[in-house]
């Protein structure tokens, strides 16, 4: 049976025993600046969308 690393620490603390330990693609989602600035974008382009059909 093979551990991936990301599973590696999970449970080893009893605080934190529930919480999930974010795998590579997640990490690098959430620190990768290009990936921020275009969801930025897209969810300011839905905030326009919304706000111009209530006036």
Do not use: L, Y
């Amino acid at each position: 049976m093979s551990v991936k690393e990301e599973e590696f620490n999970f449970a080893k603390n009893d605080k934190f025993n529930t919480a999930m330990i974010p795998g590579k693609w997640a990490r690098f989602f959430r620190t990768c600046k290009i990936w921020q600035f275009i969801r930025f974008v897209i969810i300011n382009i839905k905030m326009i969308i919304v706000v111009s059909k209530s006036h």
